[in-house]
């Protein structure tokens, strides 16, 4: 209607495919990932414990898995989160998971990034092209401010972050520095941020 104008909140756009190359495409998490992701989860532990330290290894993987999911999609349609698997789409095979959501540490970031690869596909580039990916979808025509936390004892993941932060501008956050209990162990996690979409 003419005198109208609608305002699109680039912040609340929901989850869609994003594909990277030919050897990887991140689709919205959603339960019908469930038996892959599963799978895949258990193939890894106990690195991807760092990733998510909320699983409790003492209850059942599965169904907390399932809760995880069932959120991811229905905040992902509303835009509240965003969360993706990481799919070879030659052979349709998941290879990790990677998300942005709320919980931030830093008060100068509005979306915490978390990431993990299968142990089979490690060290092939995996993470580096989905955060690549991930943080030029979530700048595009909005600017936000990411926060990144890593484990500096957490060498393979420490080389990633670096890597990004130097790709991406990024600098080291103390502030947002945060105790993580990751398989009954407190561990420091060190916070970085990173400003897209500027």
């Not at 030919?22 to 689709?27: D, G, I, M």
């Not at 599965?62 to 991811?72: N, P």
Request: proline share 5%; with cysteine; charged share 25%.
């Amino acid at each position: 209607m003419p005198g109208i104008v609608l305002e699109y909140d680039m912040g609340r756009r929901p989850t869609v495919s994003i594909r990277v190359d030919e050897r990887l495409v991140l689709r919205p998490a959603a339960l019908k990932n469930l038996e892959c992701l599963t799978e895949a989860f258990l193939e890894t532990w106990p690195e991807v414990s760092r990733a998510m330290p909320w699983i409790n290894p003492d209850e059942d993987v599965h169904s907390q898995l399932y809760d995880f999911l069932e959120e991811a999609e229905r905040m992902g349609r509303a835009g509240l989160l965003h969360h993706w698997v990481m799919v070879d789409p030659r052979s349709d095979r998941l290879m990790g998971l990677i998300g942005f959501d709320r919980v931030t540490r830093s008060n100068k970031s509005e979306w915490n990034l978390g990431y993990w690869v299968r142990s089979l596909d490690q060290r092939q580039g995996v993470a580096r092209r989905s955060i690549d990916a991930v943080l030029r979808w979530i700048g595009e025509g909005s600017q936000t401010v990411i926060e990144v936390k890593v484990d500096p004892n957490n060498k393979a993941g420490l080389t990633t972050v670096r890597r990004a932060l130097r790709d991406w501008g990024g600098v080291r956050s103390p502030e947002g520095d945060a105790s993580i209990t990751v398989a009954g162990l407190r561990t420091m996690h060190h916070c970085h941020l990173i400003e897209v979409g500027v």
